[in-house]
């Protein structure tokens, strides 16, 4: 089984405050690594697929990096907002058509 | 629109009793799967499905099964329902790229 971790597992952020989180994965056999936001709910929607190392990606306030050759991956959300709150899951994939993989989630909060 | 659909989406039964999820996809979409979801644990791959008649074991099958008879469709069975199946169930498809998620099945086993 393989081990993608995130963290934080939560975090409560003031509106307007820029934020980030991580996902750790295995750094061998590197195929893809997917962000998903998860309203409470709804279903997971998905945000970025991410597949070269180097890769960034952006989609509104929120971007992503990613660094295959040490494993993780980052995921800002710039000036939050209330409706940025959610559960961000990251996944992880080795190959074309193989399972994915899910970290646990980071429970994100923002007050108005 | 394009959608996944899971039906039903709650169910309350009783152990030992089978059932039937059902999950389908609008999309043409070629890889299926289905997740569970529990508290602390995040969603955990049972089954997943690269093209008709071809289907693998996720991280957690034992007590599930699946088939893929049809493109569209991608049935999770439970023959035996127990109580530790309790979970909220996702269905989800894709072209090999991102994940369409089903809107869940929400199952009680008592």
């Known amino acids: 089984i393989l081990n993608v971790e995130q963290s934080p597992q939560s975090l409560h952020v003031q509106e307007g405050d820029s934020t980030n989180f991580t996902c750790s994965f295995p750094s061998s056999n590197f195929y ?21 190392n180097g890769d960034e990606k952006k989609k509104g306030r929120i971007s992503a990096t990613l660094n295959t050759k040490e494993g993780y991956s980052y995921l800002y959300i710039k000036g939050s907002q209330p409706e940025d709150s959610a559960t961000y899951l990251c996944a992880f994939i080795i190959h074309a058509g193989n399972m994915l993989t899910f970290g646990g989630g980071t429970r994100l909060m923002v007050k108005p | 629109e394009a959608q996944v659909t899971q039906n039903p989406r709650y169910l309350i039964t009783v152990t030992g009793k089978k059932l039937t999820v059902t999950c389908s ?22 089954y997943y499905s690269m093209n008709v008649e071809v289907t693998d074991k996720g ?28 979970s909220l169930y996702f269905c989800a498809s894709s072209w090999g790229g991102e994940q369409y998620f089903g809107p869940g099945t929400r199952l009680t086993v008592t």
């Open chain 1, 32 to 52: 893809a690594l997917h962000w998903y936001r998860w309203e409470t709910a709804k279903s997971p929607e998905a945000l970025f697929v991410m597949t070269l």
């Open chain 2, 25 to 46: 996809q609008n999309m043409n979409h070629e890889y299926m799967s289905w997740y569970r979801q529990d508290p602390g644990l995040g969603l955990r791959q049972i």
């Open chain 2, 59 to 86: 991280d957690v099958p034992e007590g599930y099964k699946v088939s893929r008879k049809e493109k569209r469709n991608f049935p999770l069975i439970l023959e035996s329902p127990s109580p530790n199946q309790t």
